[in-house]
């Protein structure tokens, strides 16, 4: 698929099927993520990768049973089998702007030396570049946020501490009866709304 077509092509699917995803298949979606863009080559994004009973874990955890998962509007995202948990280090990120080479930058003073947490942005690129990629392979995949449930997956599954998540890729097969969320019906504004050529004009 050119890579247009997966960029027009691309929604947040909420429903799948039961039929699993190759495992082979799924660390070619991380590789294809970890390539992408990262501060100072930090390389500060790692990946939880949950398929079979880890994924039931994962809902235990951030949708227990009950009322909360019985009213869930898109019970059809339970069903995805890979649900990839980004992850980023900010300490990382410090350590490396310590180096040499990045010392003149301030930015190893600490995590509250950097005004934009671009551990945070190094996330995003590769999260949006998994969902690509999925899109690419004719997978479905959803992005959405933990909140504050962050602990209680860090403790589920021994993520070591310092690490923040950035949120969760859900991969599968799309069930096709999907249903948008009320967001969507927002559209998109026009080109001419968002670009501003040599002066910030509306």
């Known amino acids: 698929m050119d890579f247009e077509r997966v960029v027009r092509g691309r929604r947040m699917v909420r429903s799948f099927t039961s039929q699993p995803v190759a495992p082979a298949m799924v660390d070619q979606l991380c590789d294809l993520a970890r390539r992408a863009p990262t501060a100072g080559h930090t390389a500060g994004v790692e990946f939880l990768v949950l398929e079979g009973d880890d994924t039931a874990s994962y809902w235990n955890a951030t949708?227990?049973?009950?009322?909360?998962?019985?009213?869930?509007?898109?019970?059809?995202?339970?069903?995805?089998?890979?649900?990839?948990?980004?992850?980023?280090?900010?300490?990382?990120?410090?350590?490396?702007?310590?180096?040499?080479?990045?010392?003149?930058?301030?930015?190893g003073a600490g995590e509250e030396a950097w005004?934009?947490?671009?551990?945070?942005?190094?996330g995003g690129a590769a999260m949006m570049t998994m969902l690509l990629a999925a899109r690419d392979r004719g997978l479905g995949a959803a992005f959405f946020g933990m909140f504050d449930h962050e602990e209680a997956?860090?403790?589920?599954?021994?993520?070591?501490?310092?690490?923040?998540?950035?949120?969760?890729?859900?991969?599968?097969?799309h069930a096709g009866d999907?249903?948008?969320?009320?967001?969507?019906?927002?559209?998109?504004?026009?080109?001419?709304?968002?670009?501003?050529?040599?002066?910030w004009q509306r």
């Open 63 to 107: 949708l227990p049973a009950g009322a909360e998962r019985e009213g869930f509007a898109w019970p059809g995202l339970l069903a995805a089998p890979v649900l990839v948990v980004v992850w980023v280090d900010p300490g990382a990120y410090v350590d490396r702007y310590r180096e040499p080479d990045k010392a003149h930058t301030g930015l």
């Open 178 to 199: 999907d249903r948008p969320s009320r967001s969507a019906n927002r559209g998109r504004p026009d080109l001419a709304a968002v670009v501003h050529r040599a002066r």
């Open 115 to 122: 005004g934009v947490p671009y551990w945070f942005v190094d």
């Open 153 to 173: 997956v860090r403790q589920r599954f021994g993520v070591p501490p310092g690490r923040r998540g950035v949120g969760t890729v859900a991969i599968g097969h």
